[in-house]
């Protein structure tokens, strides 16, 4: 069974940075579909940044310029790096791959302080 672990959230002031990771337990080759969701306290899940069947990215319009996503395919291992960070992006940050299934990381808290 495929296993995501998932690490680099915490607390940051507005205008700060983080940098999350999302460890897969095999290639992420496997996977048809990888990004990065996030679910704000009362408020339905949404689609952060992922990456296209072609190979591009596709982001949320709320973090366009300011998420990146990317992937090192050696390390098995996604992640988001999140710039200009504001105290609307506080949430639970989930990664997320399709291989026959979907599959969700345990989630990472992420709070920014105004």
């Known amino acids: 069974q495929v296993q995501l672990v998932e690490s680099g959230g915490g607390l940051v002031q507005a205008g700060g940075s983080l940098r999350l990771s999302c460890a897969a337990s095999l290639s992420i080759f496997r996977f048809n579909a990888m990004g990065w969701y996030r679910q704000a306290p009362g408020k339905q899940r949404e689609l952060v940044a992922s990456?296209?069947?072609?190979?591009?990215?596709n982001y949320a319009d709320s973090v366009k310029g300011r998420f990146t996503i990317s992937r090192d395919n050696a390390k098995n291992t996604m992640y988001l790096q999140m710039n200009s960070l504001k105290p609307e992006d506080t949430a639970v940050y989930y990664c997320?791959?399709?291989?026959?299934?979907?599959?969700w990381g345990q989630g990472t808290q992420v709070t920014v302080s105004s």
């Open positions: 990456f296209t069947v072609s190979g591009g990215t």
């Open positions: 997320n791959v399709v291989q026959y299934y979907s599959i």
